[in-house]
T-cell receptor
Framework: EAGVAQSPRYKIIEKRQSVAFWCNPI?????LYWYQQILGQGPKLLIQ????????DSQLPKDRFSAERLKGVDSTLKIQPAKLEDSAVYLC???????????????FGQGTRLTVV | AQSVTQLDSHVSVSEGTPVLLRCNYS??????LFWYVQHPNKGLQLLLK??????LVKGINGFEAEFKKSETSFHLTKPSAHMSDAAEYFC????????????FGQGTELSVKP
């Protein structure tokens, strides 16, 4: 079974530029998460989708971050314009259903490491 | 509010000695609890999970954790550390009836000395 795919693996941009990350979850997984992991910290949830609907985006900085999951499969996370403090690893995860229901667990991709200079 | 506290930011053990990584959670009802491991430049890998079945949970690579509701703890243990266990470990809570939200602790870095 293929895992969660993310691209690109690495990205370096200048501040005020825009950037987009792509995630392809495990086939059939209804729930998709985007996390931000700043160096030395635990991952912080940015947004959670259930199919193509948003479940939780309370910690997404909506003035500069946006995310979509148009067909309930792939997802894109965008930052525009980027700031220095956005330097982090952006992790995508997916689960068959909402974690906590039955025996559901979340599977993580390898992440995209963003450096803003 | 639900939260997770990992009591040690860094733990160092010698190879062959026991490992204990501590985690306390706060949740209004019985949550689901997980431990993930992250090796350098690798994705997060699930070690084990507690989802209201047996309170002693066995995971991969010899790790296990015990859910103690009275202490609101979910500590991770391994009887004998191996060099390959050196990594960052995250305790994660999914609060009951919160739509599958995952809340991460700050992480514990495990070092294993030869």
């Amino acid at each position: 079974e293929a895992g969660v795919a993310q691209s690109p693996r690495y990205k370096i941009i200048e501040k005020r530029q825009s950037v987009a990350f792509w995630c392809n979850p495990i086939s059939g997984h209804a729930t998709l998460y985007w996390y931000q992991q700043i160096l030395g910290q635990g991952p912080k949830l940015l947004i959670q989708f259930q199919n193509n609907g948003v479940v939780d985006d309370s910690q997404l900085p909506k003035d500069r971050f946006s995310a979509e999951r148009l067909k309930g499969v792939d997802s894109t996370l965008k930052i525009q314009p980027a700031k220095l403090e956005d330097s982090a690893v952006y992790l995508c995860a997916s689960s068959l259903d909402r974690v906590g229901q039955g025996n559901t667990e979340a599977f993580f991709g390898q992440g995209t490491r963003l450096t803003v200079v | 509010a639900q939260s997770v506290t990992q009591l040690d930011s860094h733990v160092s053990v010698s190879e062959g000695t026991p490992v204990l990584l501590r985690c306390n959670y706060s949740s209004s009802y019985s949550p689901s609890l997980f431990w993930y491991v992250q090796h350098p430049n690798k994705g997060l890998q699930l070690l084990l999970k507690y989802t209201s079945a047996a309170t002693l949970v066995k995971g991969i690579n010899g790790f296990e954790a015990e859910f103690k509701k009275s202490e609101t703890s979910f500590h991770l243990t391994k009887p004998s550390a191996h060099m390959s266990d050196a990594a960052e470990y995250f305790c994660v809570v999914s609060p009951y009836n919160q739509g599958g939200k995952l809340i991460f602790g700050q992480g514990t870095e495990l070092s294993v000395k030869p």
